[in-house]
């Protein structure tokens, strides 16, 4: 973040509303200074604490800090915290603008994304969730929504207020990292079945809806479907999801290796040194060169 220049809401023109949250709304700003385009997380102070959002707001700037500080040029792959600053009844976020939307409208639009297209954004996300992990910080709830596009149809993930950041005390033998949380977060369909049980907080979870994810942009609906919550939760402890048919054989392969029960277990739960290998390594991603990602044009969708 560029501490040393403050800002107010007057250094900016607010537009066009382009989302909108429990306690939050954000919107296309315009600094005047710079005619720099962002979006503008708005957040109510008073909602905030009507809804006991404290924590999840304070952990968000948290980690868009770190994320700031700890930028990898290899992996620009995040939404960034350009300014924070507050009026009486308002915090104001200012952040990256990402120009085409969420991933979720383009799966929505093209139905299901093509071979080539499918692995370059699986890449992109696996990048991600590399350098996240690496910090030390589990998102927790990674979902289409909060994977976001920019003008070049990068990826941005955003959305850090189920994060959590991880202290390597406590830690598990198998998959390193290991704490246990209070409290349900992320969103049912993507939600991994150690959050739902035992609360357990690990990098797998992330892994567990990264193979949602594929399923998702591979066939064009996430895996757990279902009328409500308690039944999507149900579909999930049984790992009861099918394959339509024309699904990428080596997609398959790979989200079957994502979505297993025990997180230990996963693709990647055991993988060493801020690299998934065995992920990079899998069939479905290995023609890429992952570490120039950021430096290619990205699939048209087809
Ligand atoms: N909606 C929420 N955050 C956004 C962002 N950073 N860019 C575009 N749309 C958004």
């Given at each position: 973040m560029q501490k040393q220049e403050k800002r107010t809401e007057n250094d900016f023109i607010?537009?066009?509303?382009?989302?909108?949250?429990?306690?939050?709304?954000?919107?296309?700003?315009?600094?005047?200074?710079?005619?720099?385009?962002?979006?503008?997380?708005?957040?109510?102070?008073?909602?905030?604490?009507?809804?006991?959002?404290?924590?999840?707001?304070?952990?968000e700037k948290e980690v868009m800090t770190i994320l700031n500080q700890a930028e990898n040029k290899t992996a620009p792959?995040?939404?960034?915290?350009?300014?924070?600053?507050?009026?009486?009844?308002?915090?104001y976020f200012i952040l990256s603008y990402c120009k085409h939307g969420?991933?979720?409208?383009?799966?929505?639009?093209?139905?299901?994304?093509d071979h080539e297209s499918a692995s370059f954004y699986t890449g992109e996300i696996l990048r991600g969730l590399e350098h996240l992990?690496?910090?030390?910080?589990?998102?927790?709830?990674?979902?289409?929504e909060n994977i976001l596009l920019d003008d070049r149809m990068h990826i941005k993930i955003s959305d850090f207020g189920s994060a959590k950041i991880l202290e390597k005390v406590e830690s598990d033998e198998a998959t390193g990292d290991l704490l246990r949380s209070s409290s349900f977060v992320g969103t049912a369909q993507y939600v991994?079945?150690?959050?739902?049980?035992?609360?357990?907080?690990?990098?797998?979870?992330?892994?567990?809806?990264?193979?949602?994810?594929?399923?998702?942009?591979v066939s064009?609906?996430?895996?757990?479907?279902?009328?409500?919550?308690?039944l999507i939760f149900k579909s999930i402890l049984a790992l009861n999801y099918e394959f339509p048919s024309g699904f990428f054989d080596d997609a398959r392969d790979l989200v079957q290796k994502l979505l297993v029960l025990d997180a230990s277990g996963r693709l990647g739960a055991r993988d060493r040194g801020g690299r998934y290998c065995s992920v990079r390594n899998h069939t479905f991603l290995?023609?890429?060169?992952?570490d120039t990602l950021h430096l290619e044009t990205p699939p048209i969708i087809t």
């Open positions: 607010f537009g066009k509303l382009i989302g909108e949250g429990s306690f939050s709304s954000v919107f296309l700003a315009k600094e005047i200074r710079s005619k720099h385009e962002y979006a503008a997380k708005i957040c109510s102070k008073h909602l905030i604490a009507q809804e006991k959002k404290i924590e999840q707001v304070l952990r792959f995040f939404v960034k915290l350009a300014y924070a600053f507050q009026s009486d009844a308002n915090l969420e991933l979720l409208d383009l799966i929505k639009t093209v139905g299901n994304f992990h690496s910090l030390n910080i589990v998102h927790r709830d990674l979902k289409p991994s079945p150690e959050l739902l049980q035992e609360k357990k907080i690990c990098y797998a979870s992330d892994l567990w809806s990264l193979g949602c994810i594929i399923y998702q942009i064009g609906l996430p895996p757990f479907r279902s009328k409500s919550e308690y290995a023609h890429l060169n992952l």
